[in-house]
């Protein structure tokens, strides 16, 4: 008898393939680009023995009551999975498949990315060559900041973050800093100097966000965090939203405590396009497309099938979350 399992969105079709070949399931999917609304997923995960979600779907104690006892596994379409409640799921014995490794190069270009179109003003850039704004070669307009000679601070030195550091020590970068739980043998390779998160903030010119949403990074970075940063400050976040506390940021940003800030992430997802950030020219926000490319995306989708898999017949996955 198959297995049913349920997909919360249309995924890549790498994924629904590999689905496909393996014969052992029945899919019922949410088939659709936009999220399922909670009373569908309550109801689409019932009896299901396994479910493919992504970051925007919670999935706490009342999903996995929806979805009773078969329930066996859960795969995610991302390395993030601060959305799935934990303990509860442990509590039940549900094994948890993501996709950590996969989207470590296409997350860091993009951060880099996005780090150098807030320090050099791409958009206001790209923005005044469309208005009419660019009247002339001007010494002393859309200046901004460089790499070369600066001092990188990443929050959060793991897979991602040490991507990001090594795409950044060849722009010239003179310190790089890093702050998180402990120092890392790893970080020798970009002459990493784990310092305090104080430090990190306070002798930064590029402060990046890199680290995973946990209570203890939380609304890490408020007012006292950006009211320690240099006013030449760029501050650039890719992990999640809710790691900033964006009144403050907004505070910072529009008193010139900090020079700008580059966003891949928000609070909450997608930022309402009336909220005050986006009125800030200094704010570059992006919605999150980390691990946007087509290659990447293509890999998650197989990965996360194949952990939905190796979890309905109680083999391994290739990336299973151990908890
Ligand atoms: C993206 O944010 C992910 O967690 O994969
Ligand atoms: C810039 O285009 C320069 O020639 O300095």
């Given at each position: 008898?198959?297995?049913?399992?349920?997909?919360?969105?249309?995924?890549?079709?790498?994924?629904?393939?590999?689905?496909?070949?393996?014969?052992?399931?029945?899919?019922?999917?949410?088939?659709?680009?936009?999220?399922?609304?909670?009373?569908?997923?309550?109801?689409?995960?019932?009896?299901?023995?396994?479910?493919?979600?992504?970051?925007?779907?919670?999935?706490?104690?009342?999903?996995?009551?929806?979805?009773?006892?078969?329930?066996?596994?859960?795969?995610?379409?991302?390395?993030?999975?601060?959305?799935?409640?934990?303990?509860?799921?442990?509590?039940?014995?549900?094994?948890?498949?993501?996709?950590?490794?996969?989207?470590?190069?296409?997350?860091?270009?993009?951060?880099?990315?996005?780090?150098?179109?807030?320090?050099?003003?791409?958009?206001?850039?790209?923005?005044?060559?469309?208005?009419?704004?660019?009247?002339?070669?001007?010494?002393?307009?859309?200046?901004?900041?460089?790499?070369?000679?600066?001092?990188?601070?990443?929050?959060?030195?793991?897979?991602?973050?040490?991507?990001?550091?090594?795409?950044?020590?060849?722009?010239?970068?003179?310190?790089?800093?890093?702050?998180?739980?402990?120092?890392?043998?790893?970080?020798?390779?970009?002459?990493?100097?784990?310092v305090p998160l104080d430090t990190l903030v306070s002798e930064s010119?590029?402060?990046?966000?890199?680290?995973?949403?946990?209570?203890?990074?939380?609304?890490?970075?408020?007012?006292?965090?950006?009211?320690?940063?240099?006013?030449?400050?760029?501050?650039?976040?890719?992990?999640?939203?809710?790691?900033?506390?964006?009144?403050?940021?907004?505070?910072?940003?529009?008193?010139?405590?900090?020079?700008?800030?580059?966003?891949?992430?928000?609070?909450?997802?997608?930022?309402?396009?009336?909220?005050?950030?986006?009125?800030?020219?200094?704010?570059?926000?992006?919605?999150?497309?980390?691990?946007?490319?087509?290659?990447?995306?293509?890999?998650?989708?197989?990965?996360?099938?194949?952990?939905?898999?190796?979890?309905?017949?109680?083999?391994?996955?290739?990336?299973?979350?151990?908890?």
């Amino acid at each position: 008898k198959l297995m049913k399992v349920f997909l919360t969105r249309r995924i890549p079709p790498e994924g629904m393939k590999i689905l496909s070949a393996a014969g052992v399931c029945e899919v019922s999917q949410w088939d659709s680009d936009e999220p399922v609304q909670r009373a569908d997923l309550l109801k689409g995960v019932q009896g299901a023995h396994g479910l493919l979600c992504l970051l925007s779907d919670k999935i706490d104690a009342e999903v996995l009551d929806a979805a009773g006892p078969n329930l066996k596994v859960i795969s995610t379409l991302s390395v993030g999975y601060d959305h799935l409640a934990i303990d509860e799921i442990k509590k039940r014995g549900i094994r948890v498949g993501y996709t950590p490794d996969v989207l470590t190069d296409a997350t860091a270009e993009l951060t880099v990315a996005l780090l150098l179109a807030t320090a050099r003003r791409l958009p206001e850039g790209v923005e005044e060559v469309k208005n009419g704004g660019w009247s002339s070669w001007k010494p002393l307009w859309l200046c901004g900041y460089g790499l070369s000679g600066s001092t990188v601070g990443v929050i959060g030195l793991g897979r991602i973050g040490m991507a990001i550091a090594r795409r950044v020590m060849p722009f010239g970068v003179k310190r790089l800093l890093y702050s998180g739980r402990t120092a890392k043998d790893y970080a020798a390779e970009v002459n990493g100097e784990y310092v305090p998160l104080d430090t990190l903030v306070s002798e930064s010119d590029f402060i990046v966000v890199s680290c995973s949403l946990t209570p203890e990074t939380q609304g890490m970075c408020d007012k006292a965090f950006f009211s320690k940063m240099k006013n030449t400050g760029v501050f650039v976040n890719s992990s999640r939203g809710t790691v900033v506390n964006q009144e403050d940021l907004y505070e910072a940003l529009s008193s010139g405590q900090i020079a700008s800030a580059g966003l891949d992430v928000t609070t909450p997802e997608p930022l309402p396009t009336n909220h005050p950030l986006l009125t800030l020219k200094n704010c570059v926000v992006l919605p999150h497309i980390g691990s946007a490319t087509y290659s990447t995306r293509g890999i998650m989708g197989a990965l996360s099938a194949q952990n939905l898999l190796g979890g309905l017949q109680g083999t391994d996955m290739p990336s299973e979350l151990t908890f």
